[in-house]
């Protein structure tokens, strides 16, 4: 009667189930690690907001040393997540990953004023964007790419407020610009009651912020109001407006 | 379209070849390589235009997994209905020469032939990363049909129903027509309605199909039609569905043992022939099955926040209740007529067993 349960089978549950602890252990210590350089990049990054602006591109130079190690630490992740269980891990690392892909976009806008393209984030990570639901293994999904989107709007509208305490009044004007360029993107999108639309909803609040600052700004004359400063006028800038 | 690349990952193509599909193959690769290609060279000329790709690739992923809750809500109704069904038949149906014959299990066969084509239909968008993608999605589902499964392959073989046996069965021989429109296989969002239509003959095309699944195959439909060929499509069952799926069997089978031993006390139907076993030894084996499972998850090693341990409450509650039913019958047994100890049985029944039980098909329920 005792042999209508199989123990061996629970046995062999119990191993598949420590496999996966293991694996989910592997795939956390590498993630820890992407953390860690994630936290160097933002440190190297935080000191924008309190370096003049001919700086910026040391910064960015510096910042994007440690990508480097990024690529090195994804590169570990990609081989420890099974071919088509991608999305069984996904959340161990999807929040790390979303801070990555900030710090390329922020990166990226720093040197160019413009949204990182997504060959662009490619290359940052050497790993591939899944723009057509064909994932095998390691990809960075649309979503992460739109939360460190998100996270970009945040941090420029800080950066404004600190352009104009260090003596840059044109840095605003194109933020506000570049701000409201992406949230007419993000209108596009028809987002369910998730984690990327609560986060969106905070975009207009940032936006808010530059706007204010850009009327302090040009109530008290210090810049031309509907004008871009002439000097300011870069071919970089003008790609955003093509 | 992401469906036609989900039937060839990487990993099969090497069986794939052998298959007539090879035909096919270069085709849908091409076809398939050529949209990415396309959103690829589009994108990164403007914001605007670039957000509208994501747009896109954002609401086939809500679509799908709209899809995949709509059937599964079917199968968790069909699959409720597999296991009142296995309730109502008499011990005696389950007897080869009888099975055929029973009221009750022929419906329970109508029904698992409608949900193993459910499961056929959501197949088609569960494959490759998109099963674990949606897992979340279908595991009340799937833990529903394992606990029908599971309580049938009892009551036939009296054996604890293997993840081999289950699996084997949702393995799906899909043609391109299918892949193109899923309402052949059946159609979805009827189970309140016109169930009977379903049950009988889905194959049929059903006059209103309620929902339509627009694909961007349906243009290219016509050109695989011709040489038709097919994709094996298969389901895995997780470890831990299967798990939860028998943690709820185990509530069926308090309520089994419980309604057994209420048949053990009616005088008229002890009298039976004696090719099945006695309600007294039948609800033995039951208890004897419950203890052997408690045994067997008592050996894993789960941690507190695993929702396993969270169905072992419901485990070892259906068990002490067989166990004080078993020993209230001996113990008041001589005292009370057996018809009102019967009635207190069944009412006892109702009140602990019935919250029992919903407590584990109400977390179900809950998920997504």
């Keep these: 009667m005792s042999n209508a349960v199989d123990l061996g089978f629970f046995d062999a549950i119990q191993a598949s189930m420590e496999n996966e602890a293991t694996t989910k252990d592997n795939i956390r210590s590498a993630v820890r690690e992407l953390d860690r350089t994630n936290r160097n990049i933002t440190a190297v990054l935080n000191r924008v907001h309190s370096s003049s602006k001919d700086q910026v591109p040391a910064l960015c130079a510096q910042a994007r040393i440690y990508f480097s190690d990024i690529q090195n630490h994804i590169n570990d992740l990609t081989k420890l997540v099974p071919t088509h269980q991608y999305y069984k891990y996904n959340g161990l690392w999807s929040g790390p990953m979303q801070q990555a892909c900030f710090l390329a976009t922020l990166t990226m806008y720093l040197e160019h004023e413009r949204l990182i393209t997504v060959e662009e984030l490619e290359g940052f990570f050497a790993v591939k964007v899944d723009l057509d639901n064909n994932i095998t293994d390691f990809q960075i999904s649309v979503e992460e790419f739109l939360h460190g989107v998100v996270s970009l709007t945040n941090e420029l509208s800080r950066l404004a407020v600190n352009a104009v305490t260090s003596g840059d009044f044109s840095r605003p004007v194109r933020i506000g610009k570049f701000l409201k360029e992406l949230y007419s993107g993000f209108q596009l999108l028809n987002l369910k009651n998730d984690s990327l639309r609560k986060r969106f909803d905070g975009i207009k609040y940032d936006i808010k912020k530059v706007e204010e600052i850009i009327y302090d700004l040009t109530v008290r004359k210090l810049i031309v109001a509907n004008t871009e400063p002439v000097q300011e006028a870069t071919s970089t800038g003008a790609d955003v407006n093509a | ?368």
């Design chain 2, 1 to 368: 379209m992401e469906d036609v690349h989900m039937e060839t990952p990487p990993a099969s193509l090497a069986e794939l070849a052998e298959s007539p599909l090879t035909a096919q193959q270069p085709i849908t690769e091409q076809r398939h390589a050529s949209k990415e290609d396309m959103i690829r060279s589009n994108l990164g000329k403007s914001i605007v235009q670039d957000f509208g790709y994501f747009r896109d690739i954002l609401e086939e992923h809500h679509d799908r997994r709209e899809r995949i809750i709509k059937v599964s809500r079917d199968i968790n109704n069909f699959s409720k209905k597999m296991i009142f069904a296995l309730h109502r038949a008499e011990p005696r149906d389950y007897l080869p020469q009888f099975s055929a014959v029973s009221e009750a299990l022929i419906e329970f066969k109508e029904k698992h032939t409608t949900v193993l084509k459910l499961f056929h239909r959501v197949a088609i968008d569960l494959q490759a990363s998109n099963y674990y993608r949606y897992q979340r999605s279908v595991s009340g589902a799937m833990q529903e049909y394992i606990e029908a499964m599971t309580l049938e392959y009892y009551l036939v073989h009296g054996k604890l129903m293997p993840k081999s046996a289950l699996e084997a069965e949702l393995v799906f021989t899909t043609t391109s027509e299918q892949m193109a429109n899923p309402d052949l296989i059946i159609a979805i969002g009827q189970s309140f309605g016109s169930e009977a239509n379903v049950a009988d003959g889905s194959t049929s095309a059903t006059p209103a199909s309620p929902i339509i699944i627009e694909t961007d195959q349906t243009s290219s439909a016509p050109v695989t039609a011709a040489s038709s060929p097919t994709v094996q499509l298969s389901l895995e069952v997780t470890d831990e569905d299967y798990l939860l799926g028998i943690a709820d069997l185990t509530g069926e089978l308090m309520r089994l043992a419980i309604n057994t031993l209420g048949q053990s006390l009616m005088p008229t139907l002890q009298e039976e022939d004696n090719s099945i076993l006695s309600p007294e030894h039948r609800v033995q084996h039951i208890l004897q099955f419950l203890r052997d499972i408690k045994s067997g998850f008592d050996g894993l090693s789960l941690t507190k926040m695993s929702p396993i341990s969270k169905k072992m409450g419901v485990l070892r509650q259906s068990l002490q209740k067989i166990e004080l039913a078993c020993y209230n019958v001996k113990v008041r047994g001589a005292e009370y007529p057996p018809e009102v100890l019967r009635q207190m049985l069944m009412s006892g029944q109702d009140l602990g067993g019935g919250a029992g039980g919903d407590s584990g098909s109400a977390g179900n329920e809950d998920e997504e």
